[in-house]
């Protein structure tokens, strides 16, 4: 069992660095969590409900995740006031100080959370960096493994969720 675990997830690995970006479309309700931030404050998810979410599982030592943290800056900065919520979730990354300055290197500008792994059980994270899109009717609308610079739909897919209104 473990063997085959460990298979599934290096091939996920090579197959993700190799700049692929998957997507996988609505994977269900979303799991409630209540995790701690970068300060210790207690931050429920379900908080967000009204909201798009962008929730994002990465790691510190992962390139690609350091490389995604500009653009989900910048989606965070141009849609925040329209009603999309950017929040990550840090795991298998050492202490929380080790998260806290990473965090403050990559002038990551939206909620930071450390995960657990009954978290990243709940949400089947398999490889860093996973996204997900969920709606505001909170339901799993896209689940996005890998990134590429420059990709669009994440943007597109966000412009679409916001302006459908509570589905």
Known sequence: MYRREFIRRLGAAAFLS???LIQRE???TVPDFTLPDL???SLRLSEFKQQVVLLDFWATWCGPCIKQIPE???LHTKYETQ?????????????VKNIREKA???QIAYPVLIGTSAVRNNFRVAAFPTTL????????HKKY???????KSIERDIQVMLSRGDR
């Open 18 to 20: 190799s700049g692929n």
């Open 26 to 28: 609505d994977l269900g």
């Open 39 to 41: 300060q210790g404050k």
């Open 72 to 74: 989900l800056n910048a």
């Open 83 to 95: 009603g999309l919520a950017v929040i990550s979730v840090a795991l298998d990354s050492g202490s």
């Open 104 to 106: 403050a290197k990559f």
């Open 133 to 140: 899109l969920i709606s505001k009717s909170w339901r799993i």
């Open 145 to 151: 493994l890998g990134f590429r610079s420059g990709e």
